[in-house]
């Protein structure tokens, strides 16, 4: 039996009241006629920006420990291009040491209030150290000492614990710039494949995927 905090499925009516915008939006035809996936996904990420609440780059990253373990985690995109989608973290926390084991992950966004997903699969390369400087440098001051004091994904006894580490280091880095920790770092997701989703009525959904092909892309629509 369904538990009663879960939702029903919407009728034709909540369809029609609550989704039309959406749906209407969804159903124009030429948001599916391109030649190559990230132009498109810049142009999503764009009209999520203008809809949704909060981290519009905001995505589920899914990897795979040394036992062979699956794990998923929010992270935030910090940069996306022809080269691949790339965020940073801590190289020793459980997604580092993933990485490490295992240097291939799967991406998800999901956005909403737009109706609309993207999943990207690909091997993960970590980003060069003039890279990963410059995106330290500009964090605010506070996330930039914060990476030095947290030993994250370790465990920690209590809440006091850490902030007497952030007050530690902020004492230590008084006056001076804060440089970034050598196991600060950055990694890019290469795509090998990117498939575009969008909500249509009553589950005859979109779906559009790119797969890699040497210098360009082949297109495939799928069942939904």
């Known amino acids: 039996?369904?538990?009663?905090?879960?939702?029903?499925?919407?009728?034709?009516?909540?369809?029609?009241?609550?989704?039309?915008?959406?749906?209407?939006?969804?159903?124009?035809?030429?948001?599916?006629?391109?030649?190559?996936?990230?132009?498109?996904?810049?142009?999503?990420?764009?009209?999520?920006?203008?809809?949704?609440?909060?981290?519009?780059?905001?995505?589920?990253?899914?990897?795979?420990?040394?036992?062979?373990?699956?794990?998923?985690?929010?992270?935030?995109?910090?940069?996306?291009?022809?080269?691949?989608?790339?965020?940073?973290?801590?190289?020793?926390?459980?997604?580092?040491?993933?990485?490490?084991?295992?240097?291939?992950?799967?991406?998800?966004?999901?956005?909403?209030?737009?109706?609309?997903?993207?999943?990207?699969?690909?091997p993960v390369e970590p980003v060069s150290a003039d890279e990963a400087d410059a995106y330290f440098a500009s964090r605010a001051r506070e996330s930039r000492i914060g990476a030095w004091a947290s030993e994250q994904s370790r465990p920690l006894e209590s809440r006091e614990e850490l902030e007497l580490a952030v007050a530690r280091e902020t004492a230590r880095f008084e006056g001076r710039e804060v440089p970034r920790p050598e196991r600060w770092t950055g990694w890019r997701v290469i795509p090998e494949s990117i498939e575009f989703w969008r909500d249509r009525p009553f589950r005859l959904h979109d779906r559009l995927r790119f797969d890699r092909a040497g210098e360009s892309w082949t297109r495939t629509r799928l069942q939904p």
């Open 1 to 122: 039996m369904t538990t009663p905090v879960i939702p029903p499925s919407p009728t034709r009516e909540e369809y029609a009241e609550h989704y039309a915008a959406a749906l209407a939006a969804n159903g124009d035809e030429s948001i599916f006629d391109r030649a190559e996936p990230i132009g498109l996904f810049v142009e999503w990420l764009a009209d999520a920006r203008g809809t949704e609440p909060n981290d519009a780059n905001a995505m589920a990253l899914a990897t795979v420990d040394a036992d062979g373990q699956p794990d998923a985690r929010m992270v935030l995109l910090k940069d996306v291009d022809a080269g691949g989608f790339t965020f940073y973290s801590n190289r020793e926390s459980a997604k580092g040491l993933a990485l490490a084991a295992h240097p291939r992950a799967g991406l998800l966004f999901h956005w909403k209030t737009l109706r609309r997903q993207v999943r990207v699969r690909g």
